[in-house]
């Protein structure tokens, strides 16, 4: 039976990990996700899985790699600086065609920067990150139950398109506790039966592991095999939550806790006589460009909200493609933006576009 | 008439891409013959480096992943920790090894990874064209270092087998040379004991194999031997650093 119960968003992603049959981890601390691999190093034993602290970030994806492509379920976690180390290592992943779940529970950059929550990975995690022509694909959870829920098909998604699956989520969402569902535990299928290096038993063939292919004519067609396979993602796995964007002049659009504030920031400026909507992209890789699209023909305007510079917001506005003014309200450094300046901001908005 | 020679079940019977007289065929033949006589084939994963070995998954017989430069020992711990049972070896340069994958080995190492590293020092960067790599002797000159290595510039030459030999999770280290017929029937009996330290489950294992460029170093393959005896051997001395008896023997 599922069971409720109250769990802190990093937790509960390590949970729902390995009820959806995860049995290997591999990490190194980094503030604010090390609940995840201290749960980790509690749980695995407890179903037979491993859990193994890597000397570096770059050491652990490599053991991802490893075990991903022996066929493990596998995932690690970490945050920005951390997460930056890995991503040689992701896009070996990725040229292999390895399934695997990473988590980033970002943190202000660059450099050190802070240990507060930011939005300021999203180019990173959604325009490759890594070298080559490769995508990962990237939710964007905004409550620890959709972690949870996002945390459960990331692998299946992952094994489905042999590629690497991020979760992208933030400080606070990491650190905040709320009342979850959590599903049954779920067997670990054998998904990677027909490719994994397990050993070449029973007379099969030898198996590879690789991403190398010094022929430009075998790059390009391998290339285009991963693009393909993103494309049929793109086709299949498009997620956002849209709200009160039929009758709206103006539509916010946010993903993970800057969405949840949006949501207030929007009951705030509906109570005082703004039409204020919010598209909320569940999937930033593949990005709803479409549903974003089709709000930019009915309303007035669109306001992207980020913890960071603007960043996804160079996505709006390659969706919406001029057919409507794209604005921008940004804190960043570890600022969560507060609902009544976001509120603020869209009346504002609202105001000059009626009054055009 | 009886057989005195055949080519190892392990490889695959084609020619390599190696130059001529280069040992990373001889290194290949030696882990080969040893997956032979230990009939692990069907359970032996090797992890292949950057650097000219990049394609000996072209060559042996058997399930292979191709690492990251310097990551072998950490894509080897993930397949280990998954196949339980499975021979795990990885194969890697001095520059993949000993310099960008330094602390990769070093941890390997000290987890006690159950893990077999056959780790080929030619003194340079083969595959990039023969640049200085740590292991590059003093005074040896490189497409870097011009004028020969400079120790108040670039320090001296890592040490490998004795530094890991240090660890305890390090169960046996040896350092070979691949440079004559004495040194190469050696060489097979450390990486047999290498591959037997792992099935006996003691821990990590390592064979140093002190190897040649002829391409990089500009040498004749036979002069290139030469070189190797007469400079390497003096600063890379041979033998069993750490056994999991306990012993070291030079020599
Ligand atoms: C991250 C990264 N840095 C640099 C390179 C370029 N590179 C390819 S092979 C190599 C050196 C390999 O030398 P070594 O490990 O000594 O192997 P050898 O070719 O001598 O057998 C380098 C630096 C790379 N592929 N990846
Ligand atoms: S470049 Fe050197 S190490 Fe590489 S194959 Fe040629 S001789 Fe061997
Ligand atoms: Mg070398």
Redesign the interface.
């Known amino acids: 039976m599922a069971e409720r119960k109250l769990f802190k968003g990093n937790e509960a992603v390590a949970e729902a990990a390995v009820r959806a049959g995860c049995r290997?981890f591999?990490g190194y601390p980094i503030t604010p996700q090390n609940e995840i691999p201290e749960y980790m190093s509690r749980r695995l034993p407890e179903v037979g899985g491993?859990f193994?602290q890597?000397?570096?970030e770059?050491?652990?994806i490599?053991?991802?790699?490893?075990?991903?492509?022996?066929?493990?379920r596998?995932m690690t976690s970490s945050s920005s600086p951390g997460i930056s180390l890995k991503q040689?290592?992701i896009s070996?992943i990725a040229g292999?065609e390895l399934p695997c779940l990473i988590v980033n529970m970002v943190r202000g950059g660059p450099g050190l920067g802070g240990i507060q929550a930011a939005q300021s990975d999203y180019f990173q995690a959604v325009k490759g990150g890594g070298h080559g022509d490769y995508h990962c694909i990237v939710y964007t959870p905004s409550s620890v139950q959709e972690m949870v829920d996002l945390t459960m098909q990331a692998f299946d998604v992952a094994e489905r398109y042999r590629m690497p699956v991020m979760i992208l989520g933030d400080a606070v969402l990491g650190q905040m506790m709320e009342p979850v569902v959590l599903p049954d535990p779920r067997p670990t299928d054998a998904a990677s039966a027909g490719w994994a290096?397990?050993?070449?038993?029973?007379g099969r063939a030898?198996?590879?592991?690789?991403?190398?292919y010094l022929k430009p004519d075998e790059l390009f067609q391998h290339n285009l095999k991963l693009q393909a396979r993103f494309e049929q993602a793109k086709a299949a796995e498009v997620r956002y939550e849209a709200v009160n964007t039929d009758d709206a002049d103006v539509v916010l659009v946010a993903y993970g806790t800057t969405s949840r504030v949006c949501r207030s920031a929007m009951d705030r400026a509906r109570a005082a006589g703004v039409r204020v909507g919010l598209v909320r992209p569940i999937t930033v890789s593949p990005f709803p460009y479409q549903a974003i699209a089709d709000v930019a023909r009915t309303a007035r305007a669109l306001l992207t909200v980020e913890m960071s510079l603007g960043q996804m917001v160079e996505d709006v506005r390659l969706a919406v493609c001029g057919a409507a003014p794209v604005h921008f309200y940004g804190t960043t450094g570890g600022i969560v933006p507060t609902a009544s300046a976001i509120a603020e901001e869209a009346r504002k908005i609202a105001m000059a576009e009626v009054g055009k | 008439m009886k057989q005195v020679y055949a080519v190892p079940k392990s490889l695959q019977p084609q020619a390599t891409h190696y130059c001529p007289g280069c040992t990373h065929g001889i290194a290949h033949k030696l882990v080969a013959e040893t997956i032979d006589e230990l009939g692990v084939r069907d359970r032996a994963i090797g992890v292949a480096p950057v650097g000219c070995a990049v394609f000996a998954y072209d060559y042996f017989d058997c399930d292979f992943q191709q690492a990251a430069h310097g990551r072998a020992p950490a894509v080897a711990t993930g397949i280990r920790r998954v196949v339980p049972d499975a021979v795990v070896f990885t194969y890697q340069g001095d520059g993949d090894l000993a310099s960008i994958g330094a602390a990769e080995i070093i941890h390997a190492a000290m987890r006690g990874e159950r893990i077999s590293v056959i780790f080929i020092n030619n003194a340079v960067y083969g595959m990039t064209g023969g640049q200085m790599a740590p292991t590059t002797l003093v005074g040896q000159k490189t497409t870097t270092s011009p004028a020969g290595r400079e120790l108040g510039h670039a320090g001296s030459p890592i040490r490998i087998a004795e530094m890991l030999a240090t660890i305890p999770g390090a169960a046996y280290v040896a350092r070979v040379s691949l440079s004559s017929p004495a040194n190469v029937a050696r060489a097979k009996k450390a990486i047999r004991k290498a591959f037997d330290t792992q099935l006996s489950g003691a821990g990590f294992s390592l064979v140093e194999c002190l190897s040649t460029c002829p391409t990089n170093w500009g040498m004749a393959p036979i002069e290139a031997m030469e070189w190797l005896e007469k400079n390497m051997i003096p600063y890379y001395p041979l033998g069993e650093f750490r056994t999991p008896e306990g012993g070291a023997s030079n020599g």
């Open positions: 290997f591999f491993v193994l890597a000397e570096s770059i050491a652990a490599n053991m991802v790699y490893g075990a991903a492509g022996a066929g493990g596998v040689e290592g070996y292999a290096t397990t050993g070449a038993r029973d030898p198996r590879l592991i690789n991403s190398i």
